[in-house]
Antibody
Framework: QVQLQESGPGLVKPSETLSLTCTVS????????WSWIRQPPGKGLEWIGY???????YYNPSLKSRVTISVDTSKNQISLKLSSVTAADTAVYYC??????????WGQGTLVTVSS | DIQMTQSPSSLSASVGDRVTIICRAS??????LNWYQQKPGKAPKLLIY???SLQSGVPSRFSGSGSGTDFTLTISSLQPEDFATYYC?????????FGGGTKVEIK
């Protein structure tokens, strides 16, 4: 059974860079689209972007200028960096394994609060 | 971006009721529509993919239908564990987008 676990700071200061890591276990990172999706408290879901295991990426245009997603196949890890954060970036951040059609597996999510 | 609109945003129902949730896309998305269930403090769980295919392990009381712009999620007989928020998602074009959610509450 594939498991995804997000990790990283729970508190980030405004204007700084949010950095999260997703560790994949129970399956290979090869193939699939490894995605980051976020959910502000009490609100809906927003797709941040994805990386294919080969390294090709897609970022939501609304966040593209601030987002970097990378993959380390040797560690079975996917990383997210979001720069110049504001309070609007406060959310639960999910790592997920997707196909071209759907999201099959989700991590448990990690809450990141942007505050000074 | 393709806008996904769900209705209603919330509903109250009793155990055993038949529940229908609607999702409408701002343009045709063929059958590239998925449904997820989310319980408080948990990640979403895939229920239905490509409009009408039941994800493995999901009870058969859940069903999906539709194509083009109009889609429906039906719970044939609501069970206590079904009280949750439901989201639709289009995977027809990037960026993939989600509906605003439908919260199913106990009547």
């Amino acid at each position: 059974q594939v498991q995804l676990q997000e990790s990283g700071p729970g508190l980030v200061k405004p204007s700084e860079t949010l950095s999260l890591t997703c560790t994949v276990s129970g399956g290979s990172i090869s193939s699939y689209y490894w995605s980051w999706i976020r959910q502000p408290p009490g609100k809906g879901l927003e797709w941040i972007g994805y990386i294919y295991y080969s390294g090709s990426t897609y970022y939501n245009p609304s966040l593209k200028s601030r987002v970097t997603i990378s993959v380390d196949t040797s560690k079975n890890q996917i990383s997210l960096k979001l720069s110049s954060v504001t309070a609007a970036d406060t959310a639960v951040y999910y790592c997920a394994r997707a196909t071209t059609v759907t999201v099959e597996y989700w991590g448990q999510g990690t809450l990141v609060t942007v505050s000074s | 971006d393709i806008q996904m609109t769900q209705s209603p945003s919330s509903l109250s129902a009793s155990v055993g009721d038949r529940v229908t949730i609607i999702c409408r896309a701002s343009q045709s998305i063929s059958s590239y529509l998925n449904w997820y269930q989310q319980k408080p403090g948990k990640a979403p769980k895939l229920l239905i993919y490509v409009a009408s295919s039941l994800q493995s392990g999901v009870p058969s009381r859940f069903s999906g239908s539709g194509s083009g712009t109009d889609f429906t999620l039906t719970i044939s007989s609501l069970q206590p564990e079904d009280f949750a928020t439901y989201y639709c998602q289009q995977s027809y074009s990037a960026p993939s987008t989600f509906g605003g959610g439908t919260k199913v509450e106990i009547k």
